[in-house]
T-cell receptor, first 115, second 115 residues
Framework: AQSVTQPDIHITVSEGASLELRCNYS??????LFWYVQSPGQGLQLLLK??????LVQGIKGFEAEFKRSQSSFNLRKPSVHWSDAAEYFC?????????????FGAGTRLFVKA | EAGVTQSPTHLIKTRGQQATLRCSPI?????VYWYQQALGLGLQFLLW???????NRGNFPPRFSGRQFPNYSSELNVNALELEDSALYLC??????????????FGQGTRLTVV
């Protein structure tokens, strides 16, 4: 069955430090992978997506993610975190199924940024 | 271009009542998805409509239902409300189903509180 695991419920990093948010997925074929960010009181905004090709994907706001098939992972990274990055981050896997396309989300990782 | 809009932003109901949530997709989008984001449970897929038909539903009881109108807007109805239905309900829209690279755009959500 298709599933997404984000092992870290919350992470705290210092402003200016690097960040890595973990995401593992389970899916039989090559998945479509997404990272979304949800700021307090806001809807979800797409940060980046992977469908095929280069396994290192660049997104908005200085984020990047790397697809590692051997590890079934799609970890999100940022070299230097800003206070405005404090939010909840969702990893998602999409798949074409009978009748169309469906996206499954991970439980989310809340990022806290300390000064 | 207007994004996905949801109404109302907040809704307070008492247990046993019915709630109706509305979603207007981005112009040109034919698919609408509903997700429930309950505290501690992450994003749970509820329903997916495309071209006026229900294409898929998540593991929710039948009292969660909805429809999609000819203009592609959508309604989510929750009957016989229970306290556990209190959550943020997110609507998303996308261009088409079964298309590689389909990306969902999210609204700001409706916060439903059942008392």
């Amino acid at each position: 069955a298709q599933s997404v695991t984000q092992p870290d419920i919350h992470i705290t990093v210092s402003e200016g430090a690097s960040l890595e948010l973990r995401c593992n997925y389970s899916y039989g074929a090559t998945p479509y992978l997404f990272w979304y960010v949800q700021s307090p009181g806001q809807g979800l905004q797409l940060l980046l997506k992977y469908f095929s090709g280069d396994t290192l994907v660049q997104g908005i706001k200085g984020f990047e993610a790397e697809f590692k098939r051997s590890q079934s992972s799609f970890n999100l990274r940022k070299p230097s975190v800003h206070w405005s990055d404090a939010a909840e981050y969702f990893c998602a896997v999409g798949a074409e199924r009978t009748g169309g396309f469906k996206t499954i989300f991970g439980a989310g990782t809340r990022l806290f940024v300390k000064a | 271009e207007a994004g996905v809009t949801q109404s109302p932003t907040h809704l307070i109901k008492t247990r046993g009542q019915q709630a109706t949530l509305r979603c207007s997709p981005i112009s040109g989008h034919t698919s609408v998805y509903w997700y429930q984001q309950a505290l501690g449970l992450g994003l749970q897929f509820l329903l997916w409509y495309d071209e006026g038909e229900e294409r898929n539903r998540g593991n929710f009881p039948p009292r969660f239902s909805g429809r999609q109108f000819p203009n592609y807007s959508s309604e989510l109805n929750v009957n016989a409300l229970e306290l556990e239905d209190s959550a943020l309900y997110l609507c998303a829209s996308s261009l088409a189903t079964g298309v590689r690279g389909t990306e969902a755009f999210f609204g700001q959500g409706t916060r439903l509180t059942v008392v």
